[in-house]
């Protein structure tokens, strides 16, 4: 059991430390391509923070653990917006100015939508992941189109910064690219291992060991990136990384897996994680677009009421298991 923890601690602290570096060295190599900065965050960022969960659920779906994939992405979507975006905004209010957040968000809950009404049959075929992923290179180009015609949006100055922070060569940069990309395969798969194998221990199912210990584990860069936004004050680059990453989990990530080997959906997946999911999507949105001429901010009291649901969830989730 103490090698099994360790391949599991051991997975999470280089999958953070790969993702960073993969992150770090495509996005200073898509600047030396001439790259917009805005361009950069929103697709190579946003894709490199869910690099974790692409990798992990894509190995879980190769091993044949269905609900260790799947539970990843929805647990990760979970995860950011309950503690990552509820802890930014406990810690200082998220105001919520870009054009690009604003329209992100109702994407992001119509995308949810669809992943509810997939999730109906049990299961999730390849022409379910073939819609997913068409889905997803669809609203990558929406997203090029719109980095393109806006921008001033006020998201560029922060993506600008965060890039400019990573500076060296091209050669360093494509080094870090390769080394990344080799280790987050190594630790994912160490990771997958190891979860897997506690799930089979303690006798749970691997849906909740994804939901919890690997969606936390892979929401870390997410994590590490809205903290290091809190110090730079730039708070709307937390949530846009968060929005990102809800987009990639979904579309992505299940796409992905679903299109590796059709996954068999435990009916619980649908009534309770979909439906927490959903919730917190529907919440993110009012808070993030305001009402009744209210401006969007996520005040520290909203942010508390994620931390608190987040909270919530998973402490049932960990119920289930020492129950």
């Known amino acids: 059991m103490l090698l099994t923890w360790s391949a599991v601690l051991a997975g999470l602290v280089l999958l953070v430390w790969s993702a960073d570096k993969f992150v770090e060295g495509a996005s200073v190599t898509a600047k030396y391509a001439g790259m917009s900065p805005l361009l950069i965050g929103m697709v190579i960022i946003g894709f490199g923070t869910s690099a974790p969960e692409m990798v992990v659920s894509a190995i879980a779906s190769l091993q044949g653990n269905p609900g260790l994939a799947l539970g990843n992405a929805y647990g990760s979507n979970i995860t950011n917006i309950g503690l990552v975006v509820g802890l930014v905004a406990l810690i200082s209010p998220i105001r919520v100015q870009s054009r690009i957040i604003s329209k992100e968000l109702p994407l992001l809950?119509?995308?949810?939508?669809?992943?509810?009404?997939?999730l109906l049959d049990g299961a999730l075929s390849r022409l379910d992941a073939l819609v997913l992923l068409v889905a997803f290179f669809g609203l990558m180009g929406?997203?090029?189109?719109?980095?393109?015609?806006?921008?001033?949006?006020?998201?560029?100055?922060?993506?600008?910064?965060?890039?400019?922070?990573?500076?060296?060569?091209?050669?360093?940069?494509?080094?870090?690219?390769?080394?990344?990309?080799?280790?987050?395969?190594?630790?994912?798969?160490?990771?997958?291992?190891?979860a897997v194998h506690i799930a089979q221990s303690f006798g749970?199912?691997?849906?909740?060991?994804?939901?919890?210990?690997?969606?936390?584990?892979?929401?870390l860069p997410e994590l590490a990136a809205a903290m290091a936004a809190i110090r730079k004050n730039e708070h709307e680059l937390a949530l846009g990384n968060v929005?990102?990453?809800?987009?990639f989990n979904?579309?992505?990530?299940?796409?992905?897996?679903a299109g590796i080997h059709p996954l068999v959906i435990d009916p619980v997946v649908l009534y309770r994680d979909w439906v927490v999911m959903a919730a917190l999507t529907i919440a993110l949105l009012i808070m993030g677009l305001g009402w009744r001429g209210?401006?969007?901010?996520?005040?520290?009291?909203?942010?508390s009421l994620l931390l608190l649901a987040y909270a919530g969830y998973?402490?049932?989730?960990?119920?289930l298991v020492v129950g």
């Open 109 to 118: 809950l119509a995308v949810t939508l669809l992943a509810g009404y997939q």
């Open 142 to 194: 929406w997203s090029l189109m719109q980095g393109r015609k806006q921008p001033a949006d006020s998201l560029e100055a922060g993506y600008s910064e965060e890039i400019d922070s990573h500076a060296m060569s091209l050669g360093r940069a494509l080094g870090w690219l390769v080394v990344g990309l080799v280790v987050l395969v190594v630790s994912s798969r160490l990771l997958v291992w190891g």
């Open 204 to 219: 749970v199912s691997d849906l909740i060991i994804g939901l919890t210990v690997v969606a936390i584990g892979t929401s």
């Open 243 to 247: 929005l990102g990453s809800g987009l």
């Open 250 to 257: 979904t579309l992505a990530v299940v796409g992905i897996a």
């Open 294 to 303: 209210r401006q969007g901010r996520i005040n520290r009291l909203e942010g």
């Open 314 to 319: 998973t402490g049932y989730l960990v119920s």
